[in-house]
């Protein structure tokens, strides 16, 4: 009951967040964002066909209307169609959204349980070679771009002048082996980069929690090392390592990985985001903004459960 | 503990064995299936005909949708010849009716948007009903300026609120299959634009089944059909109810001695469509391009990158594989059927007109002396492997009309006598008008700004006098052109159809902006030859009358101009094809035929 109360609480709280995240958003769009008419136009438009054009997308209603337009779509979960394929918004999310989870789902997963693994080793062998070697991979794995990480995988797992083993681009998940086939190269360079920052976060964490007097009495007590680091330190981190996956969650699910998207050719809606947000294509934007900002307020809320579980003490109040 | 170890070993080698095993086709396994993968560099947003304005959009439309003619597959100069049409027109003495006679027996691909979903007979009213598309503001047409002010009754039917119920007495069926156009005043490109993606004949059922989403939901009568589209590629099959007519390659415009390498003669006397799948890839990216093209079963046609360029050439003149890459892929260099240039804004005072004489003929000192310090070759050694073609004026040499005997001096490099035309009318450090020049973002970009002011320096331009405006995005800066505000407008511009009148047209005074006339250049005595020259079929005093346009505009020194880009496409030896990724051109997915890469007839093309 008291979950429940306050999940409830918690999602009323998020309907200003929300509306504040959706106002703010659509004014950086209408009065910043580009401006569609010329891309939609001929190539010798009159100035009517201009006028009927702006008309069409709305650009002559006041910004009031245009908001509460907006807010109805909210309401109804009715965005409309895109402005350049005149697909309905839902019908691209509903395409889009699952490919780009499925794309990054494994590279989640392994950059987080991996980061967590290597952390904990390093942690464990600090200031050793085992340490050092490890941070020196996560500092590498920092330092080089995401982009020349996805163009050094994709030469040397794809290309006929790497290993040639895997497909340099498309995306299939008619069979598991297919998804395995597509996903395999995208989700190395996504784990590339990101055990560098996983790793350099989760040791700093769990290096702050070894210093803690419990755990310098365990170890005096003779606690087992892997009993110490499950139960003393891991758990006691859990807290700031739960936020950062939680957060990152709906970058997953809404922005996709453009990069990962436009090289290995997936269509997911990362591409279809940036697409629109360089095009002004109002209706894809509006929609992914809200989708956007209602995945961190849940995000937010099953964070605050998940500090329940991981410690006791929290209380959901 | 065990089960489950030999779980995981065996999910793990499925895992391997998947990971590892090659092939790429989605067709069934064990049918020796034909696929071609075709790649472009960007992808559609819109595949209905009256949105067909883009490269990439008209490639895919010309192979959805039929249109009344077509250029023939192999001919160059481009040439027409019939499609849906059973002969090129019947012309009227005057040149105002045009009769086309229309083939019985096309049908629509089948599609739940008809009854039983069975497609239909195509006829003349489903021409009619798609032109009248392009003037129905709900459709937001890209192609309706092709026929604006050209066909009786058009503009009037769109001013009288589009009702498709409505007759338009210059756009008729006089039967079932022969169509009737009545023109305002005579124009020449008139069948031309009939061959344009712009008019693929769409039957009225899928537009209404579909309403918006017709536009992802292509339901036409050309060879293919679609099975599956999104951002990254577009799937399509032979069109089951495609009619079947035999290639005649010498009609097609089969030169031997020039296009025998591409085993195309393969071809001949046979029925298209050759393949069973045509997937089209969508791929901004040039090194993913490149990466998916070397493999032996991804992508099997792609454009030779920049970057790559001295790995895979031996010598760019003449162009010349590199002996590796010439084993295993057919090669061709195109000019491109258009060109690259930049254009003076006339409408501003310190570069262009002035309400002061004196001021308005320095102003033109000024433009001359920028387009002598502007260096055609250097910019085509830095972006375009220098094996594109700089030429003098606004007439491409694509076009029959080009005049390869103009005077090439607006294209010769200068800084010398452009700093003596400078300093002979009165312009310095001082005096020099500040020059915005508008670009949007990316280092190519912004190199190109870099390259230009440095040579605008050279002439004596202050640094700070050249500043950069950076515009977020391509309709941002294409919202700056339409309203002119911008003093220099750098374009490349497609032909949309091979004539030099496309390319006049950018100059013509009516066509200020917003128009096409970006620079809104406007000389009376331009404007007048324009008009002559519009009305008249090609002959030598038309031709006369497009060189001394071209004149004017190199005299007037209104544009820094030009050079028609030469791209060098390769393609994978089994793929029997000429490919053309011109706007005129994308027709020739039709004739495409994939072979076995072991056959002997791609052993003997080696």
């Not at chain 1, 769009?29 to 100035?47: H, R, S």
């Not at chain 1, 279809?272 to 995945?295: C, E, F, H, M």
């Not at chain 2, 039929?66 to 002969?87: F, I, S």
């Not at chain 2, 002396?369 to 030429?391: C, H, T």
Request: hydrophobic residues 40%.
């Amino acid at each position: 009951m008291e979950v429940f109360q306050y999940v409830l609480r918690k999602l009323l709280a998020g309907i200003p967040l929300v509306l504040g995240v959706t106002l703010i958003s659509f004014v950086l769009i209408v009065y910043f964002g580009p401006d569609k008419t010329y891309e939609l136009l001929g190539k010798n438009p009159t100035a009517d066909e201009i006028a009927e054009i702006r008309s069409q997308l709305g650009y002559d209603q006041p910004f009031v209307t245009r908001y509460m337009d907006y807010l109805r779509e909210i309401v109804t979960l009715d965005f409309g169609s895109s402005e350049s394929t005149d697909e309905k918004v839902s019908s691209i999310l509903a395409r889009t959204v699952p490919t780009s989870i499925a794309l990054a789902i494994p590279g989640f997963v392994l950059g987080n349980l991996l980061g967590v693994v290597l952390a904990l080793v390093a942690a464990y062998y600090r200031g050793f070679w085992v340490d050092k070697f490890i941070m020196g991979f996560a500092a590498v794995g920092m330092s080089i771009s995401f982009l020349i990480a996805i163009i050094g995988f994709q030469i040397l797992f794809s290309s006929s002048d790497g290993l040639d083993l895997l497909p340099v681009r498309g995306w299939d998940m008619s069979t598991p082996l297919q998804y395995i086939r597509y996903v395999t190269v995208p989700t190395l360079a996504t784990v590339f980069v990101a055990l560098g920052y996983n790793t350099r976060f989760y040791r700093a964490v769990i290096v702050e929690e070894m210093t803690r007097d419990h755990v310098r009495t365990a170890r005096a007590f003779g606690v087992p090392p892997v009993q110490l680091f499950y139960r003393n330190i891991l758990k006691n981190s859990m807290i700031p390592i739960v936020t950062r996956i939680m957060f990152s969650i709906p970058v997953i699910v809404i922005s996709g990985s453009l990069l990962l998207e436009s090289y290995f050719g997936i269509p997911g809606v990362g591409k279809v985001t940036y697409d629109a947000i360089v095009t002004g294509d109002q209706p894809i934007l509006k929609a992914v903004v809200v989708l956007t900002a209602v995945l961190f307020v849940i995000a937010q809320l099953l964070a605050d459960i998940c500090y329940r579980v991981v410690d006791p003490r929290v209380s959901l109040k | 503990m065990c089960i489950f170890r030999h779980r995981f070993a065996f999910i793990l080698l499925l895992v391997i064995l998947g990971a590892c095993s090659s092939g790429e086709s989605e067709l069934p396994a064990g049918v020796d299936q034909k696929v071609f993968r075709y790649s472009m560099d960007s992808a559609p947003t819109s595949l209905d005909p009256v949105r067909a304005s883009t490269l990439y959009a008209n490639q895919l439309v010309v192979n959805l949708y039929d249109t009344l003619y077509v250029y023939k597959y192999l001919q160059r100069p481009y040439e027409l010849r019939p499609n849906l049409a059973t002969a090129m027109p019947e012309i009227s003495p005057d040149g105002l009716t045009y009769t086309i006679p229309v083939k019985q027996g096309i049908y629509f691909a089948d599609d739940p948007a008809f009854p039983g979903g069975k497609g239909r007979e195509l006829t003349a009213h489903d021409f009619i009903y798609s032109l009248k598309r392009h003037f129905d503001p709900s459709t937001r047409p890209a192609g309706a300026w092709l026929w604006q002010g050209r066909i009786v009754g058009l503009d009037e039917w769109k001013q009288a609120g589009s009702d498709y119920a409505q007759e338009i007495p210059g756009l008729r069926a006089t039967g079932s299959h022969v169509v009737q156009i009545r023109l305002k005043r005579p124009y020449p490109q008139l069948v031309d634009t009939l061959a344009l993606g712009f008019s693929g004949v769409v039957p009225r059922e899928a537009v209404e089944y579909y309403g918006r989403e017709f536009s992802i939901n292509p339901v036409g009568s050309g060879p293919f059909r679609l099975v599956s589209y999104d951002s990254s590629r577009a799937v399509l099959v032979p069109q089951e109810n495609f009619r079947r007519e035999v290639v005649d390659l010498e009609y097609e415009g089969y030169d031997a001695a020039t296009q025998s390498q591409y085993g195309v003669a393969l071809i001949d006397g046979r029925i298209p469509p050759f393949i069973d799948q045509l997937e089209i890839y969508f791929i901004k990216e040039g090194s993913a391009r490149w990466s998916s093209f070397t493999k032996s079963n991804e992508i099997q046609y792609a454009g030779l990158p920049n970057e790559q360029v001295d790995r895979v050439l031996v010598s760019t003149n003449p162009v010349t594989l590199n002996p590796g890459y010439a084993e295993q892929y057919h090669m061709k260099t195109a000019l491109e059927a258009g060109f690259v240039f930049s254009t003076f804004n006339m409408d501003f005072p310190e570069f262009g007109y002035n309400d002061d004489p004196e001021r308005e003929r320095r102003n033109h000192a000024l433009r001359c002396a920028m387009i002598r310090g502007f260096d055609w070759e250097s910019r085509n050694d830095s972006w375009y492997s220098g094996i594109g073609k700089v030429f003098p004026g606004i007439i491409p040499p694509v076009v029959p009309e080009y005049d390869a005997g103009l005077s090439r001096d607006s294209v010769i490099y200068d800084p010398e006598g452009a700093r003596s035309l400078l300093a002979a009318n009165g312009w310095n450090t001082a005096t020099l008008p500040v020059l915005t020049y508008g670009t949007t973002p990316g280092p190519t970009s912004r190199l190109f700004f870099e390259q230009f002011r440095a040579w605008m320096m050279r002439i004596g331009y202050p640094k700070e006098k050249i500043v950069l405006k950076t515009y977020a995005t391509f309709g941002d800066i294409a919202k700056a052109w339409r309203n002119s505000e911008l003093p220099l407008i750098s374009k490349g511009w497609g032909l949309d159809y091979p004539d030099a009148e496309n390319t006049l047209q950018l100059f013509y005074g009516p066509n200020a902006s917003p128009g096409s006339n970006d620079g809104n250049y406007r000389n009376a005595e331009y404007d007048e030859m324009f008009r002559q020259a519009g009305v008249m079929l090609p002959s030598p005093v038309r031709t006369d009358l497009y060189h001394r346009m071209n004149q004017l505009v190199i005299d007037d020194c209104v544009a820094i101009t030009g050079l028609s880009r030469v791209g060098i496409a390769l393609w994978h030896k089994n793929v029997i094809a000429l490919p053309d990724r011109n706007f005129v051109g994308g027709r020739f997915m039709y004739y495409v035929d994939v072979l076995d890469p072991d056959a002997p007839e791609v052993q003997a093309l080696r």
